[in-house]
């Protein structure tokens, strides 16, 4: 259960760091926006910055708020495809694990209600995310 959780934690490190920078503390609310910012997310953790933009367009979401959340997990599970492997054969169900770790985050609860996403959203895009990552 602690892999899983360790994967949900790192990426919503990377939400947060993301976020810090040139774009604000909002989401992404255009599709060049996010796709940027995935791009420059995916290099700053060593993955592939044309695979993270692919990922991101290829997101089962149609807002791009959404999408960049997938995305997020999407690059954290990427990231590290070892512990992601491990996540999957001993953890949690990740929208399950997202949505406790997101819970236990209020910064990350405040960008939510800012940019209109649930909860519940929030943690299947993240979930699906982790989950896809993974291969």
């Known amino acids: 259960m ?9 990426a919503l490190s990377i939400l947060a760091s993301s976020l810090s920078g040139t ?3 909002v989401l992404p609310s255009t599709t060049a926006k996010g796709a940027s910012l995935v791009a420059a997310v995916a290099r700053s953790h060593d993955v592939s910055s044309a695979s993270a933009r692919t990922a991101y367009g290829k ?18 599970s990427n990231s590290d495809i070892g512990k992601c492997k491990a996540a999957q054969l001993l953890g949690p169900d990740p929208t399950v694990a997202s949505e406790q770790t997101l819970q236990s985050a209020p910064k990350a609860l405040a960008l939510l209600r800012r940019a ?19 291969g």
Do not use: K, M, N
């Open 2 to 10: 602690g892999v899983e959780y360790a994967s949900i934690a790192a």
């Open 23 to 25: 774009f604000g503390s």
């Open 59 to 76: 997101a089962p979401l149609s807002r791009p708020e959404l999408r960049y959340l997938y995305a997020v997990g999407w690059i954290s």
């Open 116 to 134: 209109h996403v649930t909860l519940a959203q929030a943690a299947a895009a993240l979930g699906r995310g982790l989950t896809d990552g993974c």
